[in-house]
C-alpha cells in the first residue's frame, strides 16, 4: 500500500545527592529513571568477563555504588588500546548472559555502546563508555596504562585511583566543553589538597605552565568560569602544538572515524505510528525512560515531522505559536482544494527532506541519538484529511517514497470498536479504515514495521515495544 525508502553527564557523588533530593518534587521521573538502570547481575557479569578475559581496565569515574548500580549515570571503563576488542567481546558476552544486546554503536579510537535488555521481568538501558587512552580530536593527553598501573580493586572492581579519576574528570570538560560544574572542581580540589599537586596523572599530557595554571585555578577558593575557559582553551592550543608533526596524519584519522559515522549512522530513527486512541502517548510514556537510560538521555522525540519547518499557520502568520495539543476533531475542516494542498504537501516535503538532513541526521551521526517520532508521513497517507490535503494516494506515495525512511515503524491498533471508545473524535467507522489500512501496512512492510497491540493491557504493549527495538536496532550492531 504504501512505499518507504531506505556534554555526556558525569554524576559526582554530590550530583547524585541533588538527584535524590529533587526527587521530592519530581518523583516518577526520577524513580523511573532510577529503575531503569542495569541490573546488579548484568554489571557483576561485565566485570567477571573483563577479568576472565585478561582485560587490564579500571572504572573512570562514579563507581562508588558499583557493582551494586551505576545510579543515575554510565559506565566509563577505561582500556589499553591492545585491549579494545577484548573488552568489548567481554561486554557483549555479559549482555547475552542477561538478555541484552548493544542497539547502538559508535567505533573512533575508543568504543562508545548503549545498551538495553530484560532481566527478572524489568526493562533496563545501560551506555557502556570503552575509552583506549583519553585524547581530544584524536590528540592523547593521558595514556591509559598511567591510570590503570595505579587503579585498585573495590568490591571485585577495578577502579581508578580517586584523585586519578577526580583530576581527570575536571580536565575532560574543560578540554571538552570549556567549562565544568562545580562538583568536578570540587571534586578536583579536594583531591589536590588530600594528595598534593604532584601526581597529576591526569595531565601528563600538558606542559607546565598548563598545570601550573590548572593547579592554581582549583587553590583559588572558588574557580573562576572566565579563567576555567581560558585553561581548556590553553589545554587544547598546547595539545596542537605537542602533535605538530602528525596534525595531519591525526587530522585523517578523525575525518575518516567521522566519515564513517556517516556512512554508518550509529544512532537510529524509530517511529510511532496509529489512529487517534490508539495508546501512542501511553506507550511513549513507559518507553521512553528505558531508552533515555540505554542512550544516556540522547533521546530527541518530535511529532509528525522534523518541524525544522514551522507550521504552515505559523509561517503565513495565520496563528500564533501554541503548545502542542492532540486535535479535538481532526476532521471539522473540510481539505483544501488540489493546487493548495499540492502546495502544503510540498512544503510537508521540504520539512521531511532537507528539515531531516538539517536537523536530524547530525543527531543520529555525531551524537549517536535515538529520534523518536509521535506520527510520521505515514500518519499523513493514512489520514490526509487531518493534514487538509485532498489528493490522490498515488501522488502521495510517489511523494514519500523519497522521503528518508525510519529504521523501525512501532504500527499500534488493536480492536477498532475498543480504540474508537477509548477516544471517539471521528467515527467508528473512520477508525477501522485507518486500523485496517496501518495494518496491511505493517504486513506489506515487515521488515522494517512492527504491529503493536495496544487493546491488551499497557505493560504488554511496552515490552512488545521494547523488543521490537530491541531485535530491530541489535540486528544493527
Known sequence: MWMTTGAILKASP????????????????????????????????IFGELAAAGV???????????????????????????????????????LAGNAG?????VVARSRYLKTMGKSAGHWWGLAIDLVADVDFLGMVYTQASAIIKHAGEERGVMVANKFDAAVMGLVKELIN????????????????????ATQLRGLDGFDEPVRARFVACLQAKAADPVELEKIGLAMRADLRQRNRANLLKIACSEIYHRFMRVWHRPGSVVVV????????????????????????????????RPNWLPAIGLALGTREALPHEP??????????????????????????????YRKIFPLLVSR???????????DVMMDPRRMRIGLPLWMMRLVFALVPAPDLVLCLGGDPGAIYRRKPETSEAEVIR???SLRFYCESHHDVAVWIDTTVGPAESADMALEAIMDKLGKRN
Open 273 to 304: 505510528t496509529g489512529t487517534d486512541g490508539s495508546g501512542k502517548s501511553t506507550l511513549l510514556g513507559r518507553i521512553i525512560p528505558v531508552l533515555e537510560r540505554a542512550f544516556h538521555k540522547r533521546v530527541h522525540q518530535e511529532h509528525l
Open 368 to 378: 549517536c541519538h535515538l529520534v523518536c517520532f509521535d506520527r510520521y508521513f505515514h
Open 327 to 356: 486535535a479535538c476533531d481532526p476532521h471539522c475542516v473540510a481539505p483544501d482544494g488540489f493546487w493548495r494542498s499540492l502546495l502544503r504537501l510540498g512544503y510537508y516535503y521540504l520539512d521531511y527532506t532537507v528539515g531531516y
Open 434 to 436: 485507518q486500523v485496517n
Open 177 to 196: 566543553n570549556l567549562k565544568a560544574d562545580t562538583s568536578y572542581c570540587d571534586d578536583a580540589r579536594d583531591a589536590i589538597i588530600t594528595s598534593g
Open 14 to 45: 554530590h550530583q547524585m545527592k541533588v538527584s535524590m533530593q529533587n526527587a521530592t518534587h519530581a518523583p516518577g521521573q526520577v524513580r523511573g529513571f532510577l529503575e531503569c538502570g542495569a541490573p546488579e547481575s548484568l554489571l557483576r557479569a
Open 101 to 105: 544486546c548493544i542497539v547502538a554503536r
Open 56 to 94: 587490564a581496565y579500571c572504572v573512570m569515574r562514579n563507581f562508588d555504588q558499583l557493582p551494586h548500580s551505576v545510579g543515575t549515570s554510565d559506565l566509563d571503563i577505561l582500556v589499553l588500546p591492545e585491549h579494545l576488542e577484548l573488552a568489548e567481546q567481554a561486554i557483549r558476552n555479559a
